[in-house]
């Protein structure tokens, strides 16, 4: 017969005698007894109230936790305000007189609906859309495998076309310089041959002359004819030019052109990749042309809206911009028209503009906690908030809409990312879990991917990555123009990567580089600047808060 003690199926054993036989359960105790031990367990601690159930019904009498004033009390309730379990002595003693108290099984119960309605979340939704993205990982990271491989034989294919070129071109030099060796060797050759004849001649000209010498015959010697003036002409003598070889200079970097190069991609905090939270190279992928600062910036035309207040304005792609005040206008850039007035669904002046790839306004209602598309004058609800307020938002490269929002107490704010209505990253925290943002308001995606917020209450521009993650704090710079504490409102940015931010009570705008590196300001006679947006040509649009102006100022060469 097996041995109980040494079967796979003995797991429950009386925790006194170890009998592999357990009826019965102390509730209080914790402990596991077989019949024959409950009255042993039962006296061996008169001090507690020992509950002793059957072994199926364990764990049915709830455990009260003991009371941290009082060492001897178990905690049957909890007070809300001080988030505490407490005793009845807790009770007694006043020490929570006016604050509301509640059974602790209620809180418990409450506690554990949540924890089961938490876990039926992670297994019906949270894990198994890991698990897909687990399998999308791999199986990107297969094709990665498969692209990457291709590309390498990309380039040792073009490098092996490059050698068979250069094998071709040292060919054919080399043929060149074989006709060109061949046809100098024989004109040497045609030249040393008329001179061997010619030495031939003077050598029987002097045995003519040596025999005419030596003779009395006077025939012999008249008919010796001296060509000693015709041999006092030297041949010429021939110097072959020789052809030099000019190696053409290889230079790393224009070597690297005109062989090939990688395309750049877009880059984050983490390993070189680009996050995908479904998003799209920026633009179109290619490096844009390097445009520099003017030393003095110009006001191209101003626009009067005729607000009462201007606060922002958005570009739209058919030189047309957008404005906000207590409605939102269209206007004409180059006539200075205004083409059309949109109000509000709320009738509650819009909290932020953007312009979509597409040439459709979407902004922000603070008053209804809504973001909203305006298409062809009607308006559509894309996104709805509670317990938060919708402030900034902006049309990233991807197609998303980042959107910064403050919660009703204004206490907290963030940064949220939506695919359509969908929510896909929130941004709130650094890796400290410190506050990223005090009151976080205007927003814009930089070339780079990065999340550029004007958080005017701690007068910053906070700059993330695309991932979330921190990389720097711009705070302003000196001198200001006015000497005034920076006060950034409206940003954008443009296709060099600059940063640019409306410092409202100075009056001026701020360009910084993509790394937080101040560049220079603009100052055009700028009133009070609020919203700012940059159009196709980089031209900055300052929607002026105070004299109701939009101006177009151009700033890059």
């Not at 009998?19 to 509730?27: A, E, F, K, L, W």
Request: charged share 30%; proline share 4%.
């Amino acid at each position: 017969m097996m041995d109980p003690r040494a079967s796979a199926q003995d797991v429950m054993r009386c925790d006194l005698c170890e009998t592999p036989v357990v009826q019965m359960h102390c509730d209080t105790c914790l402990v596991n007894l077989c019949v024959a031990c409950v009255g042993v367990h039962f006296f061996a601690d008169l001090s507690k109230p020992h509950k002793i159930v059957d072994f199926k019904d364990r764990k049915s009498t709830p455990f009260y936790p003991k009371c941290k004033s009082h060492d001897k009390e178990r905690c049957e309730m909890y007070c809300k305000q001080c988030d505490i379990p407490v005793c009845i002595n807790c009770v007694d003693f006043n020490q929570h007189l006016g604050h509301e108290l509640s059974k602790i099984l209620r809180v418990m119960d409450e506690k554990k609906d949540m924890i089961i309605k938490e876990k039926n979340e992670l297994n019906d939704s949270i894990y198994p859309t890991y698990q897909d993205i687990a399998s999308d990982v791999q199986n990107r990271m297969s094709q990665l495998e498969k692209e990457y491989g291709d590309l390498s034989r990309a380039i040792t294919k073009h490098g092996e076309d490059w050698h068979r070129e250069i094998d071709e071109l040292v060919k054919k030099l080399k043929a060149e310089v074989d006709v060109m060796k061949n046809t100098q060797l024989q004109t040497l050759q045609k030249q040393l041959d008329e001179i061997n004849k010619t030495m031939s001649d003077i050598k029987d000209q002097i045995n003519s002359m040596e025999t005419a010498i030596d003779t009395n015959d006077m025939s012999k010697l008249w008919n010796v004819m001296s060509k000693v003036h015709a041999y006092r002409n030297l041949p010429h003598k021939i110097i072959p030019s020789l052809p030099k070889f000019i190696p053409g200079k290889i230079q790393g970097e224009e070597f690297n052109k005109m062989f090939g190069d990688l395309s750049s991609s877009p880059t984050s905090d983490e390993y070189g990749c680009s996050m995908e939270t479904t998003q799209k190279s920026p633009e179109d992928g290619s490096t844009p042309p390097v445009k520099q600062l003017l030393d003095e910036p110009e006001t191209v035309t101003t626009i009067d809206t005729g607000y009462g207040k201007l606060y922002y304005v958005a570009c739209m792609r058919d030189e047309k911009i957008w404005t906000s005040g207590n409605t939102m206008k269209l206007y004409s850039i180059n006539q200075g028209l205004l083409l059309k007035s949109v109000t509000t669904k709320s009738g509650k002046e819009p909290f932020d503009l953007a312009a979509t790839e597409s040439g459709d306004l979407v902004y922000t209602d603070y008053n209804d906690r809504t973001v909203n598309t305006v298409k062809n004058e009607k308006i559509e609800e894309v996104i709805r908030l509670q317990n938060w307020r919708p402030r900034g938002v902006c049309c990233t490269s991807s197609g998303d809409l980042l959107v910064t929002m403050s919660s009703d107490d204004d206490k907290q704010s963030k940064v949220v990312r939506y695919s359509g209505s969908t929510e896909k990253q929130t941004i709130q925290f650094d890796d400290k879990c410190k506050r990223l943002y005090l009151f976080g308001k205007d927003i814009t995606e930089n070339k780079n991917l990065d999340i550029c917020v004007a958080d005017y209450k701690a007068k910053a521009v906070v700059v993330v990555s695309q991932a979330g993650k921190l990389r720097f704090r711009y705070t302003g710079h000196t001198p200001v123009p006015k000497n005034e504490p920076f006060s950034p409102r409206g940003i954008t940015t443009d296709s060099q990567s600059h940063i640019l931010t409306a410092d409202i009570i100075n009056d001026c705008v701020h360009i910084i580089d993509q790394d937080g590196q101040f560049l220079r300001y603009i100052h055009c006679g700028q009133s009070n600047p609020c919203g700012l947006c940059i159009d196709t040509n980089d031209n900055l649009f300052v929607a002026q808060f105070r004299n109701r102006q939009v101006k177009k100022i151009k700033y890059l060469q």
